[in-house]
């Protein structure tokens, strides 16, 4: 199939879809930004202090909270530049390299929902646990699959579904009456010690609606299993900053990021194979401990912390697990001036 | 059948991005470019919703294979663009990336529902029976994402690279990995 084929048999396949701008259409729009308005200005309004009010609440009535910062991997005051790294292997050759700037603010997309890292201090391949807490725009269809129950310290009941997709691999999903939803992803802990994880989870705050406007998402802790704390799993507060290489040897290529985002960088990798029911491992890359992650569709991706807050990602593309091997026992840290060289040398004109 | 560009208007006008495509893709004859580059600047909300809103239902269709959802997403969507009208350089842009957010808000709960619910769906909303619907729906989201907003809505790579906030060269990557799995799952 051509690419002017598929051009054709996409419009072929969307052209049955009727969707006229009717004014029907933009009250439902209007409806909508009305919502995001009125409760932007509530919350400008209410400002912070009854945010932190509501999260102290929470918190005492948790009677446990995480112990945020004792992770060693907290940003290192000192480090004010990204390691980076080439691919150091006979026949393959570097085609790009680039220092990229991210500005989110220039796409502040409002976010929809939070994430919590748990690991062991300083064991990324250890026993982890992501743990989202997502706005819901839906209604909740009741259906009798639940396959487990718990109940957390407020008092609410639970019927959440849990799956095992991988051996020692755990996906987990509760709703709060379409308000919003509960997700957990999690390798090397048990199947009691996740539901004893789950049923210490409580919102910090459960008038979450949709769409969602600087609501106050995560979850408290009670019960934190097999030695896992939460590690700090948010944006820096200034320019993320990303190191890219790209290097192929005509017919695998190795994507090779280094990102300043730390433990956000590493788990929106992770969380993506874990949640598509993919394989994690752990390996060693630049004497480092790394999680080796395959999706199911055969794609693999090693992450692991170059540096205290410089997370390193290698995406494979056409690459068989001897090939993976390979380029990752092939990466190689660049002197500074070294990179500055190579990005220069084939930076945009 | 012609094909329409994402504001549902014929065009044959070619841009930089989409001539790197084919040059990336290189393996079939030169995919028209279906954008409309030189369409003006929307003049007001209304003026983009009027022009935008079907066109971007029927490119989120492509990503979620569901009618009703698509329009959540896009509805969902221009909500965000009215609320930041005055704060944005390129409504279009912003639009593109929301409408590809919302979808991957859309397939990640659906993964769940599916997974966890067994969600009986309404059969007669979704794609149409088709050997494409099922290979699209078996391409990883990021994948199906680059491959509808360049085979469908023609967008030019950086414009694409902005809305999956990735880059050019990851852009082309995906296109490269997208059709080489479609190919495989269509011809086999």
């Known amino acids: 199939m051509s690419a002017p084929q598929l051009s054709d048999r996409m419009h072929d396949l969307a052209a049955d879809v009727s969707a006229p701008p009717t004014d029907q259409a933009r009250a439902a729009v209007g409806r909508r930004a009305r919502t995001i308005r009125r409760r932007h200005r509530a919350r400008q309004a209410a400002g912070g202090g009854l945010l932190v009010a509501a999260v102290a609440a929470a918190v005492l009535t948790a009677g446990v909270t995480s112990p945020k910062g004792s992770e060693p991997e907290t940003a290192d005051p000192d480090a004010v530049t990204l390691p980076a790294l080439t691919v150091d292997l006979a026949g393959w050759n570097v085609a790009d390299a680039e220092e990229v700037a991210l500005d ?10 939070s994430l919590q890292v748990f690991r062991r201090p300083g064991d990324l391949t250890g026993p982890t646990v992501f743990l989202r807490h997502n706005a819901a725009s839906d209604t909740v269809v009741p259906l009798p699959d639940e396959t487990a129950t718990f109940t957390t310290p407020s008092g ?3 019927a959440a579904w849990l799956v095992e997709p991988q051996p020692g691999t755990f996906n987990m999903w509760w709703s709060a009456g379409g308000d919003w939803n509960g997700e957990v992803l999690s390798w090397g802990l048990t199947r009691a010690e996740l539901l004893a994880f789950a049923a210490g989870l409580d919102p910090v705050d459960d008038d979450i609606s949709y769409p969602p406007v600087g609501e106050q998402f995560g979850f408290t802790t009670a019960v934190l299993p097999a030695g896992i704390v939460e590690v700090p799993a948010e944006d820096p507060s200034g320019t993320p900053s990303q190191r890219r290489l790209t290097a192929g040897d005509g017919d695998a290529t190795a994507h090779v990021v280094v990102d300043d985002r730390g433990t956000v960088a590493v788990a929106s990798e992770l969380t993506d194979v874990v949640a598509s029911g993919g394989t994690i491992q752990p390996v060693t890359v630049l004497d480092r401990p790394a999680v080796l ?11 692991w912390f170059q540096s205290a807050d410089g997370a390193a990602t290698v995406t494979f ?6 090939t993976v091997d390979a380029v990752l026992a092939g990466l190689r840290e660049l002197p500074e001036a070294e990179w500055d060289d190579l990005a220069g040398d084939r930076a945009a004109p | 059948m012609e094909p329409l560009g994402v504001d549902g208007r014929q065009d044959s006008m070619s841009s930089p991005g989409s001539a790197l495509a084919r040059a990336q893709l290189a393996d079939g004859p030169e995919v028209d470019d279906v954008r409309l580059s030189g369409t003006p600047a929307a003049t007001s909300f209304d003026d983009l919703f009027r022009r935008r809103y079907e066109p971007m239902v029927r490119v989120a269709y492509l990503l979620v294979g569901s009618r009703a959802e698509a329009e959540d997403v896009v509805q969902d969507s221009f909500a965000r663009v009215e609320v930041r009208w005055a704060r944005l350089e390129r409504p279009e842009g912003y639009l593109h990336r929301c409408v590809v957010n919302r979808s991957h808000d859309v397939l990640r709960r659906r993964r769940l529902e599916q997974r966890f619910l067994r969600m009986h769906r309404d059969e007669s909303e979704e794609l149409r029976a088709d050997e494409l619907r099922d290979a699209l729906a078996r391409l990883p989201d990021r994948l199906r994402a680059a491959v509808v907003l360049r085979f469908y809505a023609g967008l030019p790579e950086r414009e694409i690279a902005e809305a999956l906030n990735v880059r050019p060269g990851t ?3 995906r296109l490269h990995r997208a059709l080489s799995q479609l190919r495989q799952e269509i011809e086999r």
Do not use: L
């Open chain 1, 104 to 113: 989110p603010s220039a796409w502040d997309d409002a976010a929809s929902g």
């Open chain 1, 156 to 158: 609410r009941e639970v």
């Open chain 1, 293 to 303: 992650g395959q999706a199911p569709d055969g794609t693999w991706i090693a992450t």
């Open chain 1, 317 to 322: 593309a056409d690459a068989d697990r001897a």
């Open chain 2, 171 to 173: 852009v082309k990557s």
